[in-house]
């Protein structure tokens, strides 16, 4: 039977390279988006679209899928607190069912480098952070509301230190450690990430679980 998921953010650099993926791989997609022009500008009728703004979608309007992709990227800072916003309302949604399935792209910030700290801290100590640390902060925090849920199935993928646009390479998969590649680097390509989380909407090995990916180049 053929796999149907909504992503929101779609036209994002994650989310558009996860839905290339999907429908690469024959899955049903729906873009769940404000703006369907936009949309349908980068993917064509390779896939459905339900516009609609994700902070008032009801379980009715999900309840179809078997995964709902959390994408969601705004470019503003001053939307950072967003990320939280909507995961709480989509965990609310889903409680107590296991369908759909909920797939988050978290930040980095989360992730252990050693002695008991986290990237998030730092990352606050960059002289620069106060411009842009609204984001790691909120996506750290989405984290920690997903390990303390109850009755929601979900899964999550942080991308390494760096995330950029780029292609398919050869990876390592982690847990909660942030990783470095055979050249010192963490970094990830939205190809690649893309890759590895829809490995994980197909056949799911990480229930109720965050892992990462790094490049290997």
Same mark, same amino acid.
């Given at each position: 039977m053929t796999i149907k998921i909504g992503v929101i953010g779609a036209t994002g650099m994650a989310g558009s390279a996860i839905t290339e993926e999907a429908v690469k791989r024959g899955i049903d997609v729906t873009a769940i988006v404000r703006n369907i022009k936009k949309a349908e500008d980068e993917f064509g009728d390779q896939i459905h679209y339900f516009e609609k703004d994700a902070f008032t979608l009801t379980y009715d309007e999900i309840k179809d899928f078997d995964v709902v992709v959390d994408a969601f990227a705004p470019s503003d800072k001053n939307l950072a607190?967003?990320? =939280?916003?909507?995961?709480? &309302?989509?965990? #609310?949604?889903?409680?107590?069912?296991?369908?759909?399935?909920? %797939?988050?792209?978290?930040? *980095?910030?989360?992730? &252990? =480098?050693?002695? %008991? #700290?986290?990237?998030?801290?730092?990352?606050? !100590?960059? $002289?620069?952070?106060?411009?842009?640390?609204?984001?790691?902060? +909120?996506?750290?925090? !989405?984290?920690?509301?997903?390990?303390?849920? &109850?009755?929601? &199935?979900?899964? +999550?993928?942080?991308?390494?230190?760096?995330?950029e646009a780029g292609e398919l390479t050869d990876y390592t998969i982690g847990a909660n450690d942030l990783l470095k590649n055979k050249n010192g680097k963490s970094i990830v390509y939205s190809k690649?990430? *893309?890759?590895?989380?829809?490995?994980?909407? !197909?056949? $799911? #090995?990480?229930?109720?679980?965050r892992f990462t990916v790094v490049s290997e180049i």
């Open positions: 607190d967003k990320h =939280i916003v909507l995961a709480t &309302n989509l965990m #609310k949604m889903v409680q107590g069912d296991d369908k759909p399935r909920l %797939g988050f792209i978290l930040g *980095a910030s989360s992730l &252990n =480098i050693g002695n %008991g #700290k986290q990237l998030l801290d730092r990352l606050m !100590e960059m $002289p620069d952070a106060d411009d842009w640390i609204a984001t790691p902060k +909120a996506q750290f925090e !989405e984290y920690r509301m997903l390990l303390h849920s &109850n009755g929601v &199935n979900w899964f +999550a993928v942080s991308p390494s230190g760096t995330f690649t990430l *893309a890759k590895v989380f829809v490995d994980e909407i !197909e056949n $799911p #090995k990480h229930i109720n679980e």
